[in-house]
Nanobody, 126 residues
Framework: QVHLVESGGGLVQAGGSLRLACAASGLTFRIYAMGWFRQAPGKEREFVAAINWRGDNTNYADSVKGRFTISRDNTKNTVYLQMNMLKPEDTAVYYC???????????????????WGQGTQVSVSS
């Protein structure tokens, strides 16, 4: 059974940084495409960033380009989201998602993913 556990969330001032991690178990991590999504109160879940199975192709939402970086360590079964220059509008619960997929393109559609973590809260104060 696939298990995804997010960590690294918290409260930070605008302009600050956080690094989220998603530890995966119960799967052959190296053949999984991974993604980060977020959901703010009263809003739909939205795409943030995605990375392909090899880690050599990434995709970002326009709202986070240049500020966030997704990466993965296949030796640790972990995907990361480095978030810099945080803004109050980045406040949300951040979710890690996984799907077995060895295509070159990252997956930005939430419907593409088969497994989800429980989420970690990120709060950015102004």
């Amino acid at each position: 059974q696939v298990h995804l556990v997010e960590s690294g969330g918290g409260l930070v001032q605008a302009g600050g940084s956080l690094r989220l991690a998603c530890a995966a178990s119960g799967l052959t991590f190296r053949i999984y495409a991974m993604g980060w999504f977020r959901q703010a109160p009263g809003k739909e879940r939205e795409f943030v960033a995605a990375i392909n199975w090899r880690g050599d192709n990434t995709n970002y939402a326009d709202s986070v380009k240049g500020r966030f970086t997704i990466s993965r360590d296949n030796t640790k079964n972990t995907v990361y989201l480095q978030m810099n220059m945080l803004k109050p509008e980045d406040t949300a619960v951040y979710y890690c998602a996984a799907v077995p997929y060895v295509g070159s393109l990252p997956r930005s559609d939430a419907r593409s993913y088969s497994d989800w973590g429980q989420g970690t809260q990120v709060s950015v104060s102004s």
